[in-house]
């Protein structure tokens, strides 16, 4: 069986550094937010998995029925020798890509220690000639990727660029674009625009697996950091944005509340109902990605969706 490589790219305590600073940010500014990336620790990625199973989150199954009926195609027009996956949690979907691929070294890119272990043990078990080096990364901050053969395909999958803001983005889809050399490829998957009803009931499932991923950010908090936040004191809400074409995941004080963090030295008033964004998730349009593509530098060369239309995966190439 071909080794694991397991790298952190950060020393494990530039994360808490990363935490106290967001937290600190986020919690004393009007409105409150706290970014995504925090919903990950081992039980937050055990919390998204079980999300991607529910009846109401199309996201996955529509990009996963897309991987399976073109990633032959992917991996004609590509000839990708290493697949950079940022963000890539459990690797499931991309099980399909790295099948069609004739690859030397697969590399995943996630915050979540534990999603990136558990996905580079089963990888390699099941296919031993398959290099996996796994970066232990924050994909908004700079990354040092390893020397690896190219030609390279970036993978961005699940609608995860959604979560960066419009100018989060720009700066994030050119940073990708520094990673690649003229001919390299990105894969992004990106959610559409579409009927209000269908993307909210995505963020606001019946069974309540989202509301508690998104309460999970609370226990990250006080677990990390001391903090004293009940999570049952506050609501899951997730709302449509028609103006800015985004989903925002937010949670409402049930009632008016002083939190403490003491690692911060930090006492954070709530008002009754006053809500905290945890999460904008983006739905695009296809002239909109062309556009921010081509602004980074990626040209796109195709653009395919599922049969319903609901999602869409691009692959665009590096002038
Ligand atoms: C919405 S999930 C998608 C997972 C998987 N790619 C899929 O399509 O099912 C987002 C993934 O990105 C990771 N993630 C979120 N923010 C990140 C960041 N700033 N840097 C690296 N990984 C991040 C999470 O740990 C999680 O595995």
Same mark, same amino acid.
Request: proline fraction near 0%.
């Given at each position: 069986m071909s080794p694991f490589l397991l790298t952190r790219t950060l020393p494990e305590d530039a994360t808490e550094a990363a935490l106290r600073g967001d937290v600190l940010q986020g919690l004393t500014r009007t409105p409150k937010t706290l970014p995504p990336?925090?919903?990950?620790?081992a039980h937050g990625s055990e919390l998204f998995e079980q999300i991607t199973e529910l009846p109401e989150y199309y996201p996955t199954r529509a990009e996963r029925e897309i991987l399976v009926a073109r990633s032959g195609e992917i991996a004609a027009a590509t000839g990708a020798r290493t697949l950079i996956e940022l #963000?890539? #949690?459990?690797s499931e979907k991309t099980r399909h890509l790295i099948d069609a691929l004739d690859l030397s070294t697969y590399v995943p890119v996630d915050v979540s220690e534990s999603a990136l272990t558990q996905a580079g043990h089963a990888l390699i078990a099941e296919r031993p000639v398959l290099q996996v080096h796994a970066l232990i990364a924050d994909f908004t901050a700079r990354l040092a990727l390893p020397d690896t053969p190219g030609p390279r395909l970036l993978a961005f999958l699940g #609608?995860?660029? #959604?979560? $960066? $803001?419009p100018v989060e983005r720009a700066a994030f889809l050119a940073s990708v674009r520094a990673l690649l050399s003229p001919g390299d490829a990105l894969l992004l998957g990106t959610d559409l625009v579409k009927d209000e009803n269908v993307l909210v009931r995505a963020y606001d499932d019946a069974a309540g697996v989202t509301a508690a991923f998104n309460k999970n950010v609370l226990s990250v908090v006080d677990r990390e950091l001391g903090a004293d936040f009940d999570p049952a004191a506050f609501d899951h809400v997730a709302l449509w944005d028609a103006e800015n074409e985004w989903i925002e995941m937010r949670l409402r004080s049930r009632t008016a509340q002083t939190v403490k963090i003491p690692a911060l030295d930090l006492a954070v008033d709530f008002a009754a109902g006053e809500e905290l964004r945890t999460e904008v998730s983006a739905k695009f349009r296809k002239e909109g990605v062309r556009a921010e593509l081509s602004a980074a530098g $990626?040209? $796109?060369a195709r653009w395919w969706t599922d049969r319903e239309g609901r999602f869409a995966l691009s692959l665009s190439v590096a002038r």
């Open positions: 990336k925090w919903f990950y620790d #963000g890539s #949690g459990s #609608g995860t660029v #959604g979560n $960066l $803001l $990626l040209d $796109l």
